[in-house]
Nanobody, 123 residues
Framework: QVQLVESGGGLVQPGGSLRLSCVASGSIVSIYAMGWYRQAPGKQRELVATATSGANTNYADSVKGRFTISRDNAKNTVYLQMNSLKPEDTAVYYC?????????????????WGQGTQVTVSS
């Protein structure tokens, strides 16, 4: 079993900052990539940022220059530092991991999601 647990969401005023964290736990062998996605009401889930084990990062155009993704590989943790937040950043933010885990004596690569954390940007 693998679990992703997010934390750090909340209510913040426009222009403010939040830091999201996501910890992956379970029978993990290695993590290829971790990332953040978000889904606003009535909209499809969209990519926010991803980071590979080799520290390559990718960002949605809408968050470039404002958000920073980072990983602590030793702790199986990914962070999302969100600065200069805007009302349009309001959404449920989901952690995602592409990883290799043990299933008995077999290694299986799979994709996992966290339960989501609400971020609300409002005055």
């Amino acid at each position: 079993q693998v679990q992703l647990v997010e934390s750090g969401g909340g209510l913040v005023q426009p222009g403010g900052s939040l830091r999201l964290s996501c910890v992956a736990s379970g029978s993990i062998v290695s993590i290829y990539a971790m990332g953040w996605y978000r889904q606003a009401p009535g909209k499809q889930r969209e990519l926010v940022a991803t980071a590979t084990s080799g520290a390559n990062t990718n960002y949605a155009d809408s968050v470039k220059g404002r958000f920073t993704i980072s990983r602590d590989n030793a702790k199986n943790t990914v962070y999302l530092q969100m600065n200069s937040l805007k009302p349009e950043d309001t959404a449920v933010y989901y952690c995602n991991a592409d990883l290799l885990r043990m299933f008995g004596t077999v290694q299986i690569r799979n994709n996992y999601w966290g339960q989501g954390t609400q971020v609300t940007v409002s005055s």
